[in-house]
């Protein structure tokens, strides 16, 4: 897959087949997060990354596609294999966000480089998960990054109706996207 196609393509994915992804891989991807810009390359960025057993622990503390309702929202079948959690150091955090923003897009753009489909969960339960990842003293969850080979399809589209996404009969999620004219502008 071509760069730009990678950016183009990459959607949310909220449904998974369960075959495991390699702990090689998920070293990979998690690497290519190390690389992400870093605000004074203060790099205050730390990765949890939760697979087997403990991923399904973290299943039901997790929510999932809110405009979708509970047809968007994957059951347990079609849960994530792995999780990556981005966490931030409590006392080194200058412009955590954008860090950890611009590491978690890394991991994603990488992932679905190598066809492992993802999304990015804000809405966690991060007193509970704190606890089974044994988050580190001075850290922070910040957000996770579910992962997984696809089970559903997730298509961008020009918007023509607002920019709320969809899913259609056939279980295929549509994400509309605002015009390239619509969203810039050229200053001379």
């Given at each position: 897959?071509?760069?730009?196609?990678?950016?183009?393509?990459?959607?949310?994915?909220?449904?998974?087949?369960?075959?495991?992804?390699?702990?090689?891989?998920?070293?990979?991807?998690?690497?290519?997060?190390r690389?992400?810009?870093?605000?004074?390359?203060?790099?205050?960025?730390?990765?949890?990354?939760?697979?087997?057993?403990?991923?399904?622990?973290?299943?039901?503390?997790?929510?999932?596609?809110?405009?979708?309702?509970?047809?968007?929202?994957?059951?347990?079948?079609?849960?994530?294999?792995?999780?990556?959690?981005?966490?931030?150091?409590?006392?080194?955090?200058?412009?955590?966000?954008?860090?950890?923003?611009?590491?978690?897009e890394?991991?994603?753009?990488?992932?679905?480089?190598?066809?492992?489909?993802?999304?990015?969960?804000?809405?966690i339960?991060?007193?509970?998960?704190?606890?089974?990842?044994?988050?580190?003293?001075?850290?922070?969850?910040?957000?996770?990054?579910?992962?997984?080979?696809?089970?559903?399809?997730?298509?961008?589209?020009?918007?023509?109706?607002?920019?709320?996404?969809?899913?259609?009969?056939?279980?295929?999620?549509?994400?509309?996207?605002?015009?390239?004219?619509?969203?810039?502008?050229?200053?001379?």
């Open positions: 897959m071509e760069f730009y196609e990678v950016l183009k393509t990459r959607r949310s994915i909220r449904k998974f087949e369960q075959t495991q992804i390699p702990d090689e891989m998920l070293k990979k991807l998690v690497d290519t997060a690389y992400a810009p870093a605000a004074a390359n203060v790099q205050p960025l730390k990765y949890a990354v939760v697979r087997g057993e403990r991923a399904k622990e973290i299943f039901p503390l997790t929510r999932w596609a809110a405009l979708l309702g509970e047809k968007g929202a994957p059951k347990a079948h079609e849960a994530p294999v792995a999780y990556v959690f981005v966490m931030t150091n409590t006392k080194n955090s200058y412009n955590k966000e954008a860090d950890a923003s611009l590491a978690i890394n991991i994603v753009l990488a992932a679905w480089y190598e066809g492992i489909g993802s999304c990015i969960l804000g809405s339960d991060k007193p509970k998960i704190s606890k089974i990842i044994d988050l580190p003293e001075d850290y922070e969850i910040n957000y996770a990054v579910a992962l997984g080979y696809p089970a559903q399809t997730s298509v961008a589209e020009e918007e023509e109706n607002g920019v709320a996404y969809y899913m259609d009969d056939k279980d295929v999620v549509h994400v509309p996207k605002r015009k390239l004219c619509d969203v810039s502008y050229f200053v001379d």
